[in-house]
């Protein structure tokens, strides 16, 4: 079995063991030079206020609050510069995540009659998304005989280690998959930004009857596209253009707004004729705030200082999260609230009552530096340096400072040395690092959960878990609480701890309620999908650990079976109430594996089916991935076709379709359409023959 290449592990350079001057000159330079990019200003502050944030007083005991003013957040900034946010295991910047049952059917009505009617339509696709009601932007939308296309939008959906990008890719540019096939998840995090000049168009399709294809209008914008009515809305690049599509052959701009300078939209959802935005902004240290992110129709919002939340726990502050709720008819606000964070491995997840934000952050390495010569400094330094240590700990001095009293107080050690002396000290240091980073191991990353309310739309509740999540399904609520998934890796002075995997519920407070730990011991999350009162996650080093979760009882979460097989999965479906797909790979080709789960003591692999592929997008961007529950099948999209797979008996391949370039597929009545750049091809789902084909225009 061929071993994924894991991603290139730091090297193993001791940052003060062997003391060198210029090593830890050179670690002080870094650190300044970090600071210092922090602090260049990256926008100006300009613009009307516009009363956003509610007034609500957060329960008691909660560790979260408002700024006073511009100081107060300077100072708080300062105070968590050292705890530089660095990169991590999971995504990069924030998506919003949808909460609620696991999504059994993509938009059927139920009761379809056996024959079409000429020109009826019973039943359409939905966007895959994660919780059914809740809509995800796309490139494709259906609305009764209308299929809005955007084929130049090329989308960058974060799945692994990769950031957030609703909205389209440079002009040209296709999204890189980042998936195992190169190595582990991504490890760097940042947001992408969206182009300023979007390319393409939207076509809209008259798509049904298949055998009368026509094109009846376009409109000159392409992107992600959310649907409601006649009502439909554009994503490109940095603005969102809003039409009233009711006559489609002269669609006609309703609303636009823009993000501003300095501004990335990280996510987009709908829910009930309401448009949900989260954008996200580096923090210019120099002039904090008014925070401007969004020009609205009526102006541009402008949010105080003592508008911005934040948690009382010092940490790697380096980004403000802006989440809005816009009426989609519109395009006014609503409501909207601002909270600080950092931009590592930051996943938004929102559900019909709650929108969490969270972010990953790492610990202060002065303190765990200080705290791991106090254990295990005894006999590999002299008492009198121990003691300057200890008295260190105790000054209020910052943490940029005090790294580098440590470093004054080393090398003057090292330089009393021999080099035999050197290599000893050296040598029993890396030991002791290496039992201290395993018993302090979920020291060393952490995940930062904040909680709002959607109703007013105010932060009510902030959590810490150990680790750093994945993606959108490292998360879920179920019953008033929230289920996540982390991987837990960090290092200290270069030694790198053991990757482990922990899975933690959290009560409507944040408060860790129970947990599974040490899941797949040296591998990583490649996926992870909870349903109901059940969890399924994969992780990954040789082979494909696939784990059953009870998580019933959130005082008592626990394993109740686990599977190994060949390859991995980086997509998990619920195609069943029993039977979950996984979509990977294994070794140089696609992989699917159908996985039994009645027995959850005992998972079965009841089927599985290698593609010709090297690569499929649903690995990546789950919008990709079409499933139509009332024929059994699925569709997912490859470099030479569209793949259909029946579920009805094990995994068959009910049909291929020679499309290159395939991007969707999309189903009305009992009609198949696949979607390429180009054209449209359509097939029967009751004999799977060739309806009819059309190149757009």
Known sequence: MEEIPAAPEPKKCLVFPRFKPAVFVGVVIVLIGLVGFLLEPDIKSLFLKLPIVSEKELPVGVEIKRFTSEQDIKNYLAKGSQNFAMPGLGTGATQVKILGEPQSALGVSQ????????????????????????????????????????????????????SSGVGVASPGQVSAPSTPASGSPVTKSTVYPMPSVPSGETKIISAFPPQKLSQPGKIDKSGDLLLEGSRLAVFAGG????????????????????????????????????????????????????????????????????????????????????????DFRSGSLEKSFTFLGASASSVTYMSPDALYITYGFYPNQAKLMLDFFTQKGVGLLPEEMLRRLQKLSTLDISDQAKLTEIGVILNGYENSLSDNQRLKMETDLQNRLKDYTSA?????????????SLGDFTVEANGTVPGILLNQFSLDEYQGNLRLATTISGSLMGESSETVNDVYVLDDKLQITGSIKDLGKGERIFSARFVGGRGYIVTFKQTDPFFVLDLSDPQNPAVTGELSIPGFSSYLDPLEENTILGVGRDGHQVKLSLFDVSSPQSPQEIAKYNLDEYYTDVQNNPHAFLKDPVHKIFFIPGSKGGYIFSYDNGLTLRTAVDLPGVRRAAYINDYLYLLSDQKMAVISEKDWNSVSQFSFE
Not at 132 to 149: A, L, M, Q, W
Request: hydrophobic residues 35%; charged residues 15%.
């Open 111 to 162: 009761g379809i009659t056996p024959e079409d009617a000429a020109s009826s339509v019973q039943r359409t696709s939905e966007t895959n998304v994660q919780v059914p009601g809740i809509d995800e932007p796309d490139i494709v939308k259906i609305s009764g005989n209308n299929i809005y296309f955007s084929p130049q939008a090329n989308v960058f959906y974060p799945m692994r280690g990769t």
């Open 239 to 326: 603005t969102i253009y809003a039409y009233d599509v009711s006559d489609p052959a002269n669609p006609k701009q309703a609303w636009q707004m823009s993000l501003n300078e300095g501004s990335q939209l990280a996510a987009a959802r709908f829910l009930n004729g309401k448009l949900y935005l989260v954008i996200s902004q580096s923090v210019n240290r120099a002039h904090p705030c008014p925070l401007t992110p969004l020009d609205l129709p009526v102006g541009k919002i402008s949010i105080p200082c003592t508008d911005i939340y934040y948690p009382t726990t010092s940490t790697a502050a380096d980004t403000t999260y802006t989440a809005s709720r816009i």
């Open 440 to 452: 302090h191991l979920r020291e060393l990353s952490s995940s930062g959960i904040v909680k709002a």
